[in-house]
């Protein structure tokens, strides 16, 4: 009865091929670009008649009289495109208008002053040209939204000699922006807008107060009329709020840059309850500068802009995934002084930029575009076969217009895991397989250099016929299979 019994552990396994193939744990992404950068203290993507733009405010090269720069994917990459004049420039924000493209800029600081103009530059079918001139003080961040219908327009202003400093929101009058609301702000660092059951709040990170970072933020909510503060939450200089969804329910991930001893701090995600948002998770950070969320595959993520460890800026960020009640780190991502993290999908391909301010030595360095999984290993969904196997890696694929140029495969016996089996090729024949269980495992690279791996189960049953498992077929063989199937 042992083979009848052998052949319904198999029958069993085989349910479970498919969610064995594809465990082994993979980089989310992978480095696809470097861009020189000078002081890059954001990045903003655009999509204008199906084109993808990326936006990098630049605040310092030695002078803070530094152009900002637009890129422009060209099916492989991001080129430059357009260069703009900015001042200190720490935020940039898009938005359309009756189907016009806008890009704000945040002039925090002209080398002299920080109470400056920003900018609000216009697409005007070729390029970006400047469209309307704004006072502002130290100004971090932009922040757009739409309210019944109406744009808005939110600034954050940090310093204008005094911390205590009001930002201000504006409304789109059909030909210009105009001040509608001031709101006392003390250090304010950026402006985040998000809906719950139709009503519009902003959520403010407050950063400094001209003697702590220990102080509070604020929620406001929109009345119909004005924004008024409803919570108002402790934070360690707030850099950053971001807003995401997750099964219905909305959450605030902040920020945390210092709490006045020391930059390793915990940032915190808070979840809203129906009345407030109360605190969900705490996440430990460096300096934290910026949070972004982002889905692929139904899956959301949380990536974190580490600044710096009171050592150096050259450190890790950090992505976290959504693992059902809480976010996990998946991967970290070498960073140098870390403003700022951007996604965007361009042909179903999620791209994320990180904004890299300084290394240590110069503010004049790489910022970084990753990409996600490139290559895409397939092992296949599992294999039962008698000792002779054909491997298909056929399923796997590149991004980006890339190529496969190498397949590797290693299949390795549960019974035995020092006498690993290899091949190579899209596909691989491997003959003599001792009957067993066999981890599959399958690493591709593409043209750039990029690895990918997957991995899928295996069972073979040995020599066909052998059905008393003695490595030959012969007559005991048949008096085996008349025993177990009556004959």
């Known amino acids: 009865m042992k083979f009848l019994w052998f052949v319904r552990i198999f029958i069993v396994m085989a349910g479970l091929f498919g969610a064995i193939s594809g465990a082994l744990a993979q980089q989310l992404v992978y480095s696809h670009q470097l861009v020189t950068t000078s002081g890059a203290t954001d990045w903003e993507s655009v999509v204008i008649d199906g084109e993808t733009y990326l936006a990098v405010a630049n605040l310092y090269d030695g002078d803070y009289a530094v152009n900002s720069i637009i890129y422009k994917w060209d099916g492989t990459g991001f ?18 208008i009756d189907g016009d493209t806008y890009l704000a800029v945040a002039n925090y600081y002209s080398g002299s002053s920080h109470n400056t103009n920003s900018k609000i530059y216009k697409w005007n079918g070729t390029y970006f040209e400047e469209f309307q001139s704004i006072f502002t003080s130290g100004a971090i961040d932009w922040e757009s939204f739409v309210i019944d219908g109406e744009t ?27 001040a509608v609301q001031s709101i006392a ?53 707030a850099n950053d709020w971001e807003s995401f969804a997750i099964d219905g329910k909305t959450y605030l991930a902040v920020a945390n840059y210092y709490n006045g001893s020391s ?39 949380l990536a974190v802009a580490n600044f710096y460890n009171e050592v150096t800026h050259n450190i890790d960020s950090k992505i976290y995934k959504w693992g059902g009640a809480s976010f996990e780190e ?34 004049t360095i790489n910022s970084e575009i990753f990409r996600k999984e490139s290559p895409k290993a397939d092992a296949g969904e599992g294999y039962m076969v008698f000792e002779s196997v054909r491997l298909d890696g056929s399923g796997s694929r590149d991004f980006a217009d890339g190529s496969l140029v190498d397949w590797q495969w290693t299949l390795t ?20 397989l001792a009957p067993g269980f066999y981890d599959v495992v399958l690493t591709v690279t593409d043209d750039d250099g990029y690895t990918d791996t997957d991995q899928a189960l295996l069972a ?16 005991d063989d048949l008096a085996e299979f008349a025993e177990n199937f009556g004959w």
Not at 164 to 176: F, L, M, P, R
Not at 203 to 216: D, I, K, P, V
Not at 413 to 422: A, E, F, I, M, Y
């Open 79 to 96: 080129a430059e495109f357009q260069s703009i004049p900015t001042l200190g420039a720490m935020g940039l924000e898009s938005f359309t």
């Open 152 to 178: 808005y327009l939110a600034v954050a202003n940090y310093y204008d000699g005094d911390y205590a400093v009001n930002s201000i929101i504006y409304k789109w009058d059909g030909s210009s922006f105009v």
């Open 185 to 237: 702000t003390s250090g304010a660092k950026g402006w985040e807008s998000f809906m719950i059951d139709g009503t519009l709040f902003l959520a403010l990170a407050s950063h400094y107060n001209g003697s702590t970072h220990n102080f509070n933020s604020k929620i406001f909510c929109w009345t119909g009329f004005i924004f008024a503060e409803i919570q108002s939450i402790p934070t360690n200089g």
């Open 263 to 301: 930059g390793a701090i915990n940032s915190v995600i808070y979840e809203w309850t129906g009345n407030s948002f109360e605190e969900a998770q705490r996440i430990s950070t460096f300096r934290a500068y910026d949070w972004e969320s982002f889905v692929i595959d139904g899956e959301t993520y």
């Open 330 to 363: 998946i991967q970290s991502v070498p960073t140098s002084g870390a403003f700022d993290c951007e996604s965007v999908v361009i042909d179903g391909q999620t791209y994320l930029a990180v904004a890299n301010y300084h290394n240590d030595t110069t503010h």
């Open 413 to 432: 016996p549960r019974s035995d895991p020092g006498q690993v089996l290899s091949a190579s090729g899209r596909t691989a024949d491997i003959d003599g």
């Open 460 to 475: 073979a049953f040995g020599l066909k016929g052998d059905f008393d498992r003695d490595g030959d077929v012969d007559g």
